[in-house]
């Protein structure tokens, strides 16, 4: 919706049946009634064309196999919200939504920090990020600290803390 405000025209491509599954019924009927969005579902970007700009995009009706090229100047990629973390069940602890506690939500000693000592989490896999790249480069510059902090305590330790 903040795109189509400032948009020609919007052409949003859904790999799958539609948007229902998930996005709220309020956002989902603001798109279809929005003169200045296109969806298309079963779509998936296949052609980028451009030399030093992006000039056109095409994409594929995965259904027909109809390809669809238009002109174009800007192309946004959301693939989804959806964390890919099933096979950390059962390592670190989880929300209800699948992204992995750390901090204070897992009781851990820094803030990217799972509760097991040594696993730390950054970036849109971790519950209660901002979901933006920029945030997820900088929670990674500060996990990088607490991962040397924490291989320097273990070294420590294992000498018997003998400096």
């Given at each position: 919706?903040?795109?189509?405000?400032?948009?020609?025209?919007?052409?949003?491509?859904?790999?799958?049946?539609?948007?229902?599954?998930?996005?709220?019924?309020?956002?989902?009927?603001?798109?279809?009634?929005?003169?200045?969005?296109?969806?298309?579902?079963?779509?998936?970007?296949?052609?980028?064309?451009?030399?030093?700009?992006?000039?056109?995009?095409?994409?594929?009706?995965?259904?027909?196999?109809?390809?669809?090229?238009?002109d174009?100047?800007?192309?946004?990629?959301?693939?989804?919200?959806?964390?890919?973390?099933?096979?950390?069940?059962?390592?670190?602890?989880?929300?209800?939504?699948?992204?992995?506690l750390?901090?204070?939500?897992?009781?851990?000693?820094?803030?990217?920090?799972?509760?097991?000592?040594g696993?730390?989490?950054?970036?849109?896999?971790?519950?209660?990020?901002?979901?933006?790249?920029?945030?997820?480069?900088?929670?990674?510059?500060?996990?990088?600290?607490?991962?040397?902090?924490?291989?320097?305590?273990?070294?420590?330790?294992?000498?018997?803390?003998?400096?």
């Amino acid at each position: 919706m903040f795109l189509s405000r400032t948009s020609g025209q919007l052409h949003l491509l859904v790999r799958g049946e539609g948007l229902a599954a998930t996005m709220s019924d309020y956002l989902v009927q603001r798109i279809r009634q929005s003169p200045r969005i296109t969806l298309h579902t079963h779509s998936e970007v296949t052609t980028l064309l451009g030399s030093a700009f992006l000039r056109q995009i095409g994409w594929t009706d995965r259904r027909s196999g109809a390809e669809t090229v238009i002109d174009a100047a800007a192309l946004f990629v959301m693939i989804g919200a959806e964390p890919n973390t099933e096979w950390l069940n059962g390592c670190v602890a989880l929300d209800n939504k699948g992204f992995v506690l750390t901090g204070a939500q897992a009781h851990a000693s820094s803030a990217y920090e799972t509760e097991r000592p040594g696993v730390f989490a950054v970036g849109d896999v971790r519950a209660g990020s901002v979901k933006r790249v920029a945030a997820g480069v900088g929670e990674g510059s500060v996990a990088v600290q607490a991962i040397h902090r924490y291989l320097e305590n273990l070294d420590h330790s294992r000498r018997g803390g003998a400096s």
